[in-house]
């Protein structure tokens, strides 16, 4: 499992979380696949806000729902830990109800905001690749080759492919003589 943050989405994440400060925040993220298209920063509406974060379920449906329209899925839901590490607390553990979905954690208790992503599956946590950048690594790949470039990769494969069959076949023993009965 991956999920991928343009800078957009990233900075918008962090500046949700600080202007929620001293309370957690926060919301859903939209978009096809593994790719984040949207941030939807929802209120957090924990009697406990500062320790704790409840997404009410009424504006969670109308996000995805409205998110449906435009041809956006649930990709991940994110809060803020104020003053701990972006990992996942046993508060959190517990109350995780989207077992498919990716959970972002952003942590301001460091000068420097830091955000990891996590899958947390009935009680199990592993972490989620994370990737944040406007343009994927392959893509970033496809980008730097021009098109003759790719042609000329394409075309070096086939020599060398007839190459080795060419080898290949020049190896091979000679077939027996056909003997008339």
């Known amino acids: 499992m991956q999920l991928w943050l343009k ?8 500046a949700h979380a600080q202007q929620a400060l001293p309370q957690e925040a926060c919301g859903v993220l939209l978009g096809v696949g593994d790719e984040v298209r949207e941030v939807i920063a929802l209120k957090n509406a924990s009697p406990t806000p500062k320790t704790h974060y409840i997404i009410e379920p009424q504006r969670l449906i109308h996000a995805i729902i409205d998110g449906q329209k435009r041809g956006l899925g649930l990709v991940g839901l994110y809060h803020s830990h104020p003053s701990a ?5 046993t508060t959190d553990i517990m109350e995780a109800q989207y077992p498919d979905t990716p959970y972002v954690i952003i ?8 955000i990891a992503a996590w899958h947390i599956h009935y009680g199990t946590v592993t ?8 343009t994927r690594e392959r893509d970033a790949i496809d980008e730097k080759l021009s098109r003759a470039q790719k042609i000329a990769i394409i075309l070096a494969a086939l020599v060398a ?13 000679p077939p027996p003589p056909l003997t008339m009965p």
């Open 161 to 173: 492919v007839l190459l080795v069959l060419v080898i290949s076949f020049s190896l091979l023993p």
């Open 85 to 89: 590490r972006p990992i996942p607390s």
């Open 127 to 134: 972490p989620v690749a994370l990737y944040i950048g406007d």
């Open 7 to 14: 800078h957009e989405h990233f900075s918008t994440l962090i």
């Open 107 to 114: 942590s301001l208790k460091q000068a420097k905001p830091k």
